[in-house]
């Protein structure tokens, strides 16, 4: 708390008058262009590494950047996921769906684990919140991941769609640049896409392209962003040399 309190001395000192005239030139008719779905992980700073302002964004987080599946949606299991896709997307009519997730995250490393089974059973779920979140919506992305790795990272994944693609392709790490929990990190991103797409209002504005699902993924020991290519069916590290193929696929599929 001594570093928060002392922070928010220097925030009055430096950054508040700046802030409070942003403030009030979005007050009255915000116009958010994304929500952001990320990790709650304390290394992850969206509105730094995007370079976004007050009022961009909607920002979404939680462990392990996972966004609950409609069939997993129900009046006495709501969650806040759900809830920010209806308030992006049909009350603010924001036209973006972002999942950004991240290396090291200790919420994919966990939920690695769970592949040898201790961790899953009911008495230990019962006693964690946080490992009973991630067998419950995190289930989806480990299950297709021990089906990569049995055939050695060289298989393609097919993430199943409603709207104009219908489904997508993805490679994921074809290069074996990362360890496994990061190829883990960076499938369930995409998982989450299909997780998004899974609800009707969603849906119907995928159909009508009011609405485009994007993947990121952040690499912290480096600082690299990388942005799934729908075109190269992989994450592809966003770059000068990169920038102008990304942005004219964005413009492609996505405007």
Excluded at 3 to 12: D, M, N, Q, V
């Amino acid at each position: 708390m001594d570093k928060i309190l002392k922070g928010i001395l220097k925030y009055r000192k430096t950054y508040r008058a700046e802030m409070v005239e942003q403030f009030k030139q979005v007050a009255d008719r915000p116009e958010p262009k994304a929500v952001f779905f990320t990790c709650m992980d304390s290394r992850m700073l969206p509105t730094r590494f995007t370079q976004t302002d007050v009022g961009d964004m909607f920002i979404v987080r939680n462990a392990g950047n996972l966004v609950p599946h409609s069939r997993l949606y129900g009046i006495d299991s709501a969650t806040t996921e759900p809830a920010a896709l209806e308030l992006g997307c049909i009350v603010n009519n924001v036209k973006h769906m972002v999942v950004c997730g991240h290396s090291d995250c200790k919420a994919m490393n966990l939920l690695y684990s769970f592949k040898k089974g201790i961790e899953t059973n009911m008495r230990t779920l019962e006693r964690s919140p946080l490992k009973a979140w991630l067998h419950r919506h995190g289930s989806s992305s480990l299950t297709k991941f021990e089906r990569l790795e049995m055939h050695g990272f060289q298989e393609p994944l097919t993430f199943p769609m409603d709207g104009p693609f219908r489904q997508f392709v993805a490679y994921i790490d074809p290069d074996n640049k990362f360890s496994l929990t990061d190829k883990l990190s960076q499938l369930n991103t995409l998982q989450q896409l299909q997780h998004i797409a899974s609800y009707s209002f969603i849906q119907s504005a995928i159909n009508s392209g009011r609405v485009h699902l994007h993947a990121l993924w952040f690499d912290i020991y480096t600082g690299d962003i990388y942005v799934f290519s729908r075109r190269q069916k992989r994450f592809v590290e966003m770059s000068e040399d990169t920038s102008d193929y990304l942005l004219d696929e964005i413009r492609e599929y996505f405007v």
